[in-house]
């Protein structure tokens, strides 16, 4: 909860002439939770110069985007004693998602009133994944495997593409250098399609969630309410770690591009746990990273890491804080 | 109107109907640094010796919430001033007292003495960070890597950037940090702040500066360890000279250094602004 909210609930639990809302029983109020994929997981993300796209020239598309997702939990604002739990955890591929989200799970007999929602990003074995139709048996085998919160698979594309990985960790082999250099001085080698395939183990509970400073959902007597769970795709490509509105962010990608030190077309998680943002010309004053959710980063792959627990809202772009981790 | 003051002019008004076991107190700040001269182990086999290790530390604030930052819109407890610390200094020393609030604080942020403003573009800098430079940190020392010693300065500038989120602090606490501390009433809670520069310099790639080369064409100067060579134009030696003769050492790319300057450009500079947002954590020691 958020120092405001702290407050506002404060200031109306002390004057205690609110009415008790669902005083009247409130049978039957229902409260639908969809899931719901921001549009970059399923349409990529477009190079460009607008404030949604990646600014350095390059593209991403998702192949698959499978999140662990659930354990939905609610208190009343009022009285954190009236709780509900729909505690699924869900494996999604929100490539998959439909536009109108995905109704998965559903908790009756709420009293009416405001209520504060939190949830939490799973891990798939210890917290039980349940595959949803988009997710193969096989991805989920190999999710439960490896614990994984995210499997994420795509490629990075740039017509005239180039990853300059920093000379002192490169393992080119025979690759030839383009000419050009980077920032650093470290070579260039022709690169347009750099592919990714991660498996991620980044569990994240989330909460309370609000929009636009107000928290959670209300429920009336009698009637079913909806909410949806966002998860956005492209905070990968942020340069930093916005808790608030994320219109000030810059989109980036050349640095994921330099992290393929052998230039042979995939960044790889070993390629990743072998570099330190610092390595990087790319991070440069333009990234700022203290607001990491998981310090220290010690690699590019706690980085990606953390950049992808930021990935959960509420309501499209609702945010929820980051508590201790499930 | 600080974040903090703007709850205590809302207790105010809402005096007639709010829980009155929220008070106005004060926290007592202090700071200190780790004996940390000794040599220490870096990354890729470098030994680092520190000899200075200063930071402009501040404002920090603490929150009610989990999450800091923009969701921290009104602190709990607020020190609005910056000053510098010496990072290799174990002695505590007090900074005065933070506004504060009676609460449980959940997480913190702070900045290195150059605040971004809501208001402005330009960062505001403190004197903390002026008296650096302007800068949030200056480290010194030496580091010996490959048999060579390089006495080196790093100054880097930690701030945030208008492309990320402008107005909030550059350091927030995070899921893994579990701060979760009462603020007392009647000033009866202390904070320390204690750094440990080692950590800041945990990314720093010293073993990049040296190299084991020779001159090859389109090459100014090369390093073989210590030894510097001036390269002609076929890429043949033209002259060599011995850097740790002369009491420095033989920098890639730049040939003999009596001691080398490095800031956000460079890799070590950049390991150690990324260290300062994203490195270990200070600890905060609350009584």
Redesign the interface.
């Known amino acids: 909860?958020?120092?405001?909210?702290?407050?506002w609930v404060?200031?109306l639990?002390?004057?205690?002439?609110t009415p008790t809302p669902g005083s009247d029983g409130g049978a039957g109020s229902r409260l639908v939770v969809l899931l719901e994929a921001e549009a970059t997981a399923g349409e990529g993300i477009a190079a460009g110069e607008g404030p949604e796209d990646i600014q350095d020239g390059w593209s991403v598309a998702f192949d698959d985007y499978v999140v662990v997702i659930g354990g939905v939990d609610v208190r009343l604002a009022q009285d954190a004693s009236q709780a509900a739990t729909a505690g699924e955890r869900f494996a999604v591929d929100l490539v998959d998602v439909p536009e109108a989200g995905l109704p998965l799970w559903s908790i009756a007999g709420l009293t009416p009133g405001r209520w504060e929602l939190g949830y939490a990003l799973g891990r798939a074995a210890t917290d039980g994944a349940v595959a949803d139709a988009s997710v193969s048996d096989a991805q989920l085998a190999e999710m439960v495997e490896g614990d994984w919160t995210y499997l994420i698979a795509g490629a990075l594309s740039r017509a005239d593409g180039a990853s300059c990985p920093?000379a002192?960790r490169a393992t080119p082999g025979d690759a030839i250098p383009n000419g050009d250099t980077n920032?650093?001085?470290d070579p260039c080698y022709d690169n347009p399609v750099v592919a990714f395939r991660w498996g991620l183990t980044a569990p994240?509970?989330l909460g309370p969630c609000e929009v636009d400073d107000t928290p959670g959902f209300a429920v009336t007597a009698g009637a079913s309410t909806s909410v949806a769970l966002t998860i956005h795709g492209d905070h990968l490509f942020?340069?930093?770690?916005?808790?608030?509105?994320e219109g000030?962010?810059?989109r980036l990608a050349q640095w994921l591009a330099d992290g393929d030190l052998n230039v042979d077309g995939e960044v790889t998680r070993e390629e990743l746990e072998a570099l330190?943002?610092?390595?990087l010309?790319e991070?440069?004053?333009?990234?700022?990273?203290?607001?990491?959710?998981?310090?220290?980063?010690?690699s590019l792959w706690d980085y990606v890491t953390a950049q992808v627990?930021t990935q959960g809202h509420f309501q499209g772009e609702g945010?929820c804080?980051?508590?201790?981790?499930p | 109107m600080s974040r903090a003051t703007w709850i205590v002019g809302l207790l105010s008004l809402a005096t007639g109907c709010v829980d009155t076991s929220i008070q106005a107190t004060s926290v007592d700040l202090s700071v200190a640094g780790t004996d940390a001269r000794a040599p220490f182990e870096g990354r890729r086999g470098a030994t680092i010796t520190l000899s200075r290790a200063d930071v402009a530390f501040g404002p920090v604030y603490l929150c009610a919430g989990y999450t800091a930052g923009e969701l921290c819109d009104e602190a709990l407890a607020e020190w609005r001033d910056a000053a510098v610390v010496d990072a290799l200094s174990a002695a505590p020393t007090s900074l005065g007292a933070m506004v504060a609030l009676t609460g449980t604080a959940h997480s913190y942020m702070f900045d290195y003495g150059i605040v971004s403003l809501l208001t402005s573009d330009a960062p505001l800098v403190t004197a903390a960070a002026e008296s650096l430079g302007p800068a949030s940190a200056v480290v010194e020392g030496v580091a010996d890597v490959e048999g060579q010693s390089i006495p080196f300065t790093v100054r880097v500038r930690v701030e945030q950037s208008a492309d990320v989120e402008q107005g909030v602090p550059v350091v927030r606490s995070g899921e893994d940090d579990g701060f979760e501390h009462p603020i007392a009433p009647d000033g009866g809670s202390r904070l320390l702040v204690r750094f440990d520069p080692r950590a800041w310099l945990a990314m720093a790639d010293f073993a990049a500066l040296v190299e084991d080369a020779t001159c090859a064409p389109g090459l100014d100067v090369a390093c073989a360890g210590p030894i510097e060579q001036r390269c002609a134009a076929d890429g043949s030696v033209a002259e060599t000279r011995d850097c740790a003769a002369l009491g420095g050492a033989c920098v890639r790319d730049l040939g003999c250094v009596e001691r080398l300057e490095l800031g956000s450009d460079d890799q070590v500079g950049r390991a150690l602004r990324i260290g300062l947002e994203a490195g270990a954590r200070p600890e905060l020691v609350f009584e």
Do not use: I, W, Y
């Open positions: 909860m958020n120092a405001r909210l702290t407050l404060a200031l639990a002390g004057c205690g002439s920093p002192s920032a650093a001085g994240t509970a942020f340069n930093g770690f916005p808790e608030g509105g000030g962010v810059r330190v943002p610092a390595d010309v991070f440069d004053p333009r990234f700022q990273l203290g607001g990491t959710p998981v310090t220290p980063l010690a627990k945010e804080a980051l508590s201790a981790a």
